[in-house]
């Protein structure tokens, strides 16, 4: 029996060496094994309270012995802390002979047992064969694996079990990233306008002599002002891309004297302007329109309110609660004594005795390339429709792509299709709080509720986010239900549900 133990033991230490001596041969005569697997598709993310990691495993460059057993697994490292490791489950190859006997083993329950080690698989290595074995597993997921490397660690066993060496080598430096929610924006296409109607608005503080409306040039400043009003007109009427439509001339008078004799000087005042159009301008005279405005009880009122005059509240109320024009004369010569009249007479009635002005022409449409022009030079001659399109000229990410839509937004302050494409430009560009300032505006309208979720979902207010992507899915939008799964993605994988 003596004997018998004997001749065992050394069948034993004879077999280890002998496998020893074989794996040190191949070690010696292969490169390193670790180097000849190949690993693609590493997909290592958090999902709740687990990391999981999917990839492909490619063994087609080893070449194992009948004997020999591979264990392969994927391990999380801490990159801070390097004794801080979690293994996933490892995937087991192995030589032809020694698969049937790690199969058998395991089926006795005999050692050494690798259903122990909790293997996704063992596979039997077909030598000279393409093998590319799929590998998922999942473990825990504890705090410090947000800083941690994916590590790929290799143990080579030989026949009698004996340990033939291990490897390792780092698949990725920073295993799990930071998921990045990737959001969907609206951006409305704004309907071509049929015919691009506009307008332009001026004044000319024209003077006349005392009781008079005839329009003479040399008289006080009016030359300086028709030399503005000259230099507009020409401006618009060379312009090859614009055709006028109509004058609008409007005479306004100062307050003081009969309100009836002021309506009708202003308006004999308005005609001598509408003269001057049709004799220096050629303007057709089917063009013009010539009004009164009589005494502008409205300017005074307003440059009053903005003023430091001691008796300013006194005028307004004159002004609102005295009816009848020719009455508010007397009521404010009364205040100061007379000193707030002159005041008003020398420094605040000349400049309501002015000539408005208002020329209506149409725009012809513009391609991209001149709609780039125009944008820089004189952007209200653009439709929604041609700044939308030059903004999509430019790459989403530019300083030039969020001008435009803050130019659309200035121009066009409460249309809701210019607040819509402004504030996803502002969400393009990190301004969430601008974002949610305009879409806050019209909140009640549809069109703007996946872009409220987008900006509520970026600035960390989800219930919200989640409120206005429901909203917008109960109209039917499929954008804000692809932006609903990002938002339940993102909470999914931040343990939020």
Not at 54 to 64: A, E, P, T, V
Request: aromatic letters at 8%.
């Amino acid at each position: 029996m003596k004997t018998n133990r004997l001749s065992k033991s050394l069948v034993s230490v004879v077999l280890t060496t002998l496998c020893l001596f074989i794996g040190m041969s191949v070690t010696m005569a292969q490169r390193s094994v670790i180097d000849q697997l190949e690993f693609g598709d590493q997909n290592v993310r958090k999902q709740g309270d687990f990391v999981s990691l999917d990839m492909n495993i490619d063994i087609s460059g080893i070449r194992l012995l009948t004997n020999d057993v591979l264990i392969v697994t994927p391990t999380l490292q801490s990159n801070t802390d390097k004794n801080r490791i979690s293994r996933f489950s490892p995937i087991i190859i192995t030589g032809s002979i020694r698969n049937k006997v790690v199969n058998r083993q395991i089926r006795l329950n005999a050692e050494p047992n690798y259903a122990k080690l909790n293997p996704v698989a063992i596979v039997k290595r077909e030598n000279k064969q393409t093998q590319i074995l799929n590998y998922r597993s999942q473990i825990p997921f504890e705090a410090w694996m947000k800083d941690a490397s994916l590590i790929m660690v290799t143990e080579m066993r030989g026949c009698a079990d004996c340990d033939l060496g291990s490897e390792e080598k780092t698949l990725l430096a920073k295993a799990i990233e930071e998921y990045v929610s990737k959001y969907g924006l609206t951006y409305i296409v704004p309907v071509p306008e049929p015919i691009k109607g506009r307008s332009e608005k001026h004044g000319a503080s024209l003077n006349f002599q005392f009781d008079k409306y005839e329009l003479l040039r040399n008289y006080k400043n009016n030359a300086a002002e028709l030399d503005k009003v000259d230099q507009i007109i020409k401006e618009i009427q060379h312009n090859a891309d614009l055709t006028v439509t109509e004058f609008l001339v409007v005479g306004y008078a100062s307050p003081e004297g009969p309100f009836e004799y002021n309506r009708v000087l202003s308006r004999n005042r308005a005609d001598s302007f509408a003269d001057y159009l049709k004799s220096v301008h050629k303007v057709n005279r089917s063009q013009l329109k010539v009004e009164d405005g009589g005494e502008d009880w409205e300017g005074l009122r307003k440059a009053v309110e903005a003023s430091t005059l001691p008796d300013r509240q006194g005028i307004i109320r004159i002004i609102d609660e005295v009816p009848n024009p020719d009455a508010r004369d007397a009521e404010l010569m009364k205040l100061s004594d007379g000193t707030t009249y002159r005041i008003l007479l020398n420094q605040y009635y000349p400049p309501l005795r002015r000539t408005d002005y208002t020329i209506a022409f149409n725009v012809k449409d513009f391609s991209v390339e001149e709609a780039r022009g125009y944008l820089k030079t004189n952007p209200k001659l653009l439709s929604l429709n041609e700044m939308f399109l030059v903004a999509q000229s430019y790459p989403p990410d530019s300083k030039e792509f969020k001008e435009v839509f803050d130019i659309a937004v200035r121009l066009y302050p409460n249309d809701p299709v210019a607040i819509v494409n402004s504030a996803a430009a502002d969400i393009e560009n990190g301004n969430f709080t601008a974002a949610l300032e305009r879409l806050n505006k019209i909140q009640e309208d549809p069109r703007a509720w996946n872009n409220l979720g987008v900006a509520y979902a970026l600035t960390g207010n989800l219930e919200k986010a989640k409120e206005y992507f429901e909203k917008a899915i109960s109209k039917g939008d499929e954008k804000a239900r692809q932006n609903a799964e990002e938002l339940q993605k993102f909470m999914s994988d931040n343990g939020m549900n």
